[in-house]
């Protein structure tokens, strides 16, 4: 072996060139392209992941969430409307109820005029029978 040669002043080198190289890329755009790439190949693996379920379960036929998530807002549109009806019905009933009572107190009327019109007979046939007695 060589005596000139110092295995300390190479690791030395080294050691300074390779901390340099990786200085100067992490100062650089480094870590953002590597997030970067990490992130899109997250990305399409989820994608790709999505769609593999979304056909698996369209092959088992089971309900993806986003199925349920559309009948529940079609159920949560039936519930209203279902509500809407009930009120709509409610003030007919409500309204006909009034017209029962009505009738009613006008069947009342009528049998109330009817008595004090058989009353006013008897007056009338009353005074008139007075008056031919005198």
């Known amino acids: 072996m060589n005596q000139d040669f110092n295995f300390f002043n190479v690791w030395k080198d080294f050691y300074s060139q390779s901390s340099k190289f990786f200085d100067e890329k992490i100062s650089n755009d480094f870590p953002s392209q590597g997030l970067g ?11 790709m992941l999505d769609e593999s379920t979304l056909r698996y379960l369209e092959f088992m036929n089971v309900p ?3 199925d349920i998530a559309n009948i529940s807002s079609l159920l949560v549109n039936v519930d209203a409307k279902v509500d ?3 009120e709509i019905l409610e003030e007919k009933l409500d309204g006909q109820g009034d017209q029962g009572s009505m009738q009613k107190e006008l069947a009342t009327l009528k049998k109330e005029m009817k008595s004090l019109d058989q009353k006013m007979d008897k007056i009338l046939s009353f ?7 005198k």
């Open 37 to 47: 790439q990490v992130l899109e190949m997250n990305l399409q693996f989820k994608k």
């Open 64 to 66: 993806s969430r986003h």
């Open 84 to 86: 809407d009806l009930e």
């Open 127 to 133: 005074l008139k029978s007075s008056e031919e007695i």
